[in-house]
């Protein structure tokens, strides 16, 4: 029995020894390298440093953030706002001396409130445009005239109407649109 306990004794002191060199020597190995993962990675020194400053060199390089991007599609995104349309300007120049009851560039439509001229309370006219591209081009625009006509007892029909209101309006708003766009095109050279 006292063979067993001295054994014992023997291999207590190998495993601690065994510990100790083991802590030792991933204490120096560590100490010499500084795994991957962990490292500190180096900045690019043209990335700025300011989130603002950031964003605002992505958007100049044209790498904003699109759903399209997102999708695998286009990497560019291509900003453009109403008062550099010149479509829009022209649609809205055209029909200024109407009110308006809906203008929303981002869903690309125009829509009047009835309108009636010297006071004409019996007879009113309204006006949709919807832009289907940006194009200046006569399928660029769709025009829609509603008329409502009002009889005794304020008995209202309303149904649409294709006169030459439509393509008269058209055909202003395109060619104001080409004299936007032109006089845009020589302001910039």
């Known amino acids: 029995m006292v063979l067993k306990f001295t054994n014992l004794a023997k291999l207590k002191k190998i495993n601690s020894l065994l510990r100790f060199y083991s802590a030792f020597f991933l204490i120096i190995l560590s ?56 479509l829009w300007r022209a649609s809205l120049e055209t029909i200024d001396f109407m009110p308006l009851t809906t203008v929303d560039y981002s869903g690309g439509i125009i829509i009047t409130d009835w309108y009636s001229e010297d006071g004409n309370t019996k007879e009113a006219i309204k006006i949709t445009v919807r832009f289907l591209s940006n194009e200046i081009q006569s399928n660029s625009i769709k025009i829609i005239v509603h008329n409502k006509n009002c009889g005794p007892a304020e008995n209202c029909t309303v149904s649409e109407i294709d006169t030459n209101i439509k393509f008269e309006l ?20």
């Open 31 to 86: 100490s010499c390298t500084i795994p991957e993962a962990i490292k500190p990675k180096k900045v690019d020194s043209s990335v700025p440093v300011n989130a603002d400053e950031r964003a605002r060199k992505n958007i100049e390089e044209g790498r904003g953030v699109s759903l399209k991007g997102a999708l695998g599609g286009n990497r560019k995104t291509s900003y453009e706002f109403s008062t550099s349309n010149p």
């Open 170 to 189: 058209q055909k202003s708003i395109l060619s104001k649109a080409a004299t936007l766009e032109r006089e845009a095109k020589k302001s910039k050279k």
